[in-house]
């Protein structure tokens, strides 16, 4: 629904976007990347803020730049705003139902539909300029889906949220992926991002790193070994255990936590599969275990830092 071929796009002498080609389908895609790294010029240009300067970008199959055919299919969530702030919350959302072209008759119901939505109706009369930035959010997420966009453009949407805010932001946006729609959410908080969706864009420096499910991409990072904490009643015996399995290329015990064993492999799905029958051998019991190292945030310090 969204693709871009050699897309560059310079600022003079300043490459903010360096080659970059991807695409994106329905559901719901992390753009992600350290400040600088490019997210907000391809939103621009997948917005039709701007265009390119060497490249293609298309939207619907159509360019986005200037074209109101692509607008009026396409929600938008920016980071930065300059409403009215004599508006009322209802006011500014009709004001923008009309631009997305809503007929009249049906633009209060859709409007008063999107603001229940994002749960800001009680507020919805209130000048916007005594707004809280949560509640700005809310409106502006509430804007960009009153016309039911078939593509949802929200650039740092949880930023200001509280946490039952990102939790309602987030199941209005899982909605919308499962109805067919095409999301691209940027984000810097990870572990938020990580709970909607696996499938990534990771930009740095203007160019694109990694495109895809973040455990495929961890997968393929095979020179950083995978870490794997497990808790057990006899962690000395434990760790003598895995250091002696041929997928193990480390094992400590951690000081602060004596029962508290950290291993490292670079064949996570072979120990995974040995684990049981090891544990079980030696009568081992493992009370937990889980890996600090295959999320979305250590795959993005890894890509990103080396």
């Given at each position: 629904?969204?693709?871009?071929?050699?897309?560059?796009?310079?600022?003079?002498?300043?490459?903010?976007?360096?080659?970059?080609?991807?695409?994106?389908?329905?559901?719901?895609?992390?753009?992600?990347?350290?400040?600088?790294?490019?997210?907000?010029?391809?939103?621009?240009?997948?917005?039709?803020?701007?265009?390119?300067?060497?490249?293609?970008?298309?939207?619907?199959?159509?360019?986005?730049?200037?074209?109101?055919?692509?607008?009026?299919?396409?929600?938008?969530?920016?980071?930065?705003?300059?409403?009215?702030?004599?508006?009322?919350?209802?006011?500014?959302?009709?004001?923008?139902?009309?631009?997305?072209?809503?007929?009249?008759?049906?633009?209060?119901?859709?409007?008063?539909?999107?603001?229940e939505k994002v749960a800001i109706t009680a507020a919805a009369d209130r000048k916007m300029g005594g707004y809280s930035k949560g509640m700005r959010q809310r409106v502006k997420v509430a804007q960009a889906i009153v016309?039911?966009?078939?593509?949802?453009?929200?650039?740092?949407?949880?930023?200001?949220?509280?946490?039952?805010?990102?939790?309602?932001?987030?199941?209005?946006?899982?909605?919308?992926?499962?109805?067919?729609?095409?999301?691209?959410?940027?984000?810097?908080?990870?572990?938020?991002?990580?709970?909607?969706?696996?499938?990534?864009?990771?930009?740095?420096?203007?160019?694109?790193?990694?495109?895809?499910?973040?455990?495929?991409?961890?997968?393929?990072?095979?020179?950083?070994?995978?870490?794997?904490?497990?808790?057990?009643?006899?962690?000395?015996?434990?760790?003598?255990?895995?250091?002696?399995?041929?997928?193990?290329?480390?094992?400590?015990?951690?000081?602060?936590?004596?029962?508290?064993?950290?291993?490292?492999?670079?064949?996570?799905?072979?120990?995974?599969?040995?684990?049981?029958?090891?544990?079980?051998?030696?009568?081992?019991?493992?009370?937990?275990?889980?890996?600090?190292?295959?999320?979305?945030?250590?795959?993005?310090?890894?890509?990103?830092?080396?």
């Amino acid at each position: 629904m969204i693709t871009l071929e050699r897309a560059s796009r310079w600022y003079g002498q300043v490459v903010a976007l360096n080659d970059v080609s991807c695409s994106v389908g329905k559901g719901i895609t992390a753009l992600l990347g350290p400040n600088g790294a490019g997210k907000s010029t391809l939103l621009k240009l997948v917005t039709g803020q701007i265009r390119t300067t060497t490249g293609n970008v298309r939207v619907l199959n159509l360019a986005p730049f200037a074209n109101s055919a692509v607008y009026k299919r396409l929600g938008y969530v920016p980071e930065l705003e300059s409403a009215y702030e004599e508006q009322t919350g209802r006011q500014f959302v009709t004001f923008m139902a009309a631009l997305a072209g809503i007929p009249g008759p049906e633009r209060n119901s859709r409007v008063a539909a999107a603001l229940e939505k994002v749960a800001i109706t009680a507020a919805a009369d209130r000048k916007m300029g005594g707004y809280s930035k949560g509640m700005r959010q809310r409106v502006k997420v509430a804007q960009a889906i009153v016309h039911d966009p078939e593509v949802l453009i929200l650039d740092e949407p949880l930023n200001g949220l509280d946490p039952v805010g990102r939790r309602d932001i987030g199941n209005i946006l899982i909605e919308h992926a499962a109805a067919g729609k095409c999301i691209v959410i940027s984000s810097h908080i990870l572990h938020e991002v990580e709970h909607l969706t696996r499938n990534i864009l990771l930009l740095h420096k203007g160019r694109l790193l990694a495109q895809g499910d973040i455990y495929t991409i961890r997968a393929l990072i095979d020179k950083h070994p995978h870490k794997v904490q497990l808790e057990c009643g006899k962690a000395r015996q434990l760790a003598q255990t895995l250091a002696g399995m041929d997928s193990v290329v480390s094992v400590r015990i951690d000081r602060a936590n004596a029962g508290l064993v950290e291993i490292e492999t670079p064949h996570p799905d072979r120990f995974y599969a040995d684990l049981p029958g090891i544990a079980e051998h030696n009568d081992l019991e493992i009370t937990a275990f889980h890996s600090p190292d295959n999320n979305l945030e250590a795959v993005f310090n890894y890509l990103v830092h080396s």
